[in-house]
């Protein structure tokens, strides 16, 4: 593997073209790269008091390229270049690559392990959260109407879109190896919303629908949740809940004991659906803040 040193904001507009391009192209013709065992050396020599810095992991292989391994001011070390922009589908994974106590750069970061480990999978049935509050995160949603829901739905939002702006250290560390990032349960609130909305058209739309089964870990592998952008995820979030809060708006009286059944046969009336889907976002917030924001809602 080969990797480049680099800034997240580097990293996030190159994935905008599918292309990284810096300024050393223009000006030595290539892209600086290093091995493993190489790459604290320009770390130190290049980036000293850096605290913004990844890694990007290269494949070689999937370069498109020229890639040569070369010794370009007489250091007597060689190291890979890559002679023009990298393709960006050629990124194995991006690590943080922090400094060491000392202040310089001490350690690298594996960089074999490409995806974080699936967290803690959550067999628990929530269904209950719809007759008593919940003792953790405090939510008490059992008798909101789908006005108040969209409402919450929107404040919870603008929480999360909040807190996608605290130090991107923060945002990225998983508290423990099973435990989801900020940044991940960011992702997974904004997909929990697109879901219900894809759910509530089913229901809207067809008799007694099942909906299909839907493993979040499973997505957050394939969507590699942990590389996503937090001002990215901070804007899809907020525009997700909205979509869903005004759907929620536009249910008529009539439509509130259409049914809806879960794949293992749990069956919601569309009004305990909408309050069982806002229990979703609570409780990932009280999981990343330890906060209680709708007790006794």
């Not at 990007?56 to 070390?77: H, M, R």
């Not at 059944?261 to 979703?280: C, I, M, P, V």
Request: charged share 25%.
């Amino acid at each position: 593997m080969l990797l480049h040193i680099t800034t997240m904001h580097a990293w996030n507009e190159a994935k905008q073209t599918g292309w990284l391009s810096t300024e050393s192209i223009a000006a030595e013709g290539f892209i600086h790269c290093s091995y493993d065992t190489q790459v604290l050396t320009p770390a130190n020599e290049r980036y000293s008091g850096r605290d913004d810095l990844h890694l990007l992991v290269i494949d070689p292989n999937l370069v498109t390229a020229k890639i040569v391994v070369e010794d370009s001011y007489g250091s007597g070390n060689e190291f890979p270049h890559i002679y023009g922009p990298l393709n960006t589908d050629a990124v194995r994974t991006i690590v943080p690559f922090p400094r060491g106590k000392s202040g310089s750069f001490e350690n690298v970061p594996d960089i074999y392990s490409t995806t974080p480990p699936p967290a803690q999978p959550d067999d628990k049935d929530w269904t209950w959260v719809l007759d008593r509050p919940c003792p953790d995160c405090g939510a008490d949603v059992g008798a909101l109407s789908l006005v108040e829901i969209a409402h919450f739905n929107r404040k919870s939002a603008a929480r999360w879109a909040k807190l996608m702006q605290e130090p991107e250290d923060w945002v990225r560390t998983r508290p423990e190896p099973q435990v989801w990032s900020p940044l991940e349960y960011a992702c997974h609130v904004r997909d929990v919303y697109r879901l219900f909305g894809e759910r509530l058209d089913l229901i809207l739309d067809q008799d007694n629908p099942t909906f299909a089964n839907w493993n979040p870990n499973t997505t957050a592998t394939q969507q590699r949740y942990d590389l996503a952008d937090p001002a990215t995820v901070a804007v899809e979030v907020v525009a997700a809940a909205e979509e869903l809060a005004a759907e929620f708006e536009l249910v008529t009286p009539d439509q509130l004991q259409r049914k809806g059944l879960r794949s293992d046969g749990a069956a919601f009336t569309l009004q305990t659906f909408a309050r069982y889907e806002l229990h979703d976002p609570e409780h990932h917030l009280w999981d990343v803040t330890g906060e209680q924001s709708l007790a006794g809602a």
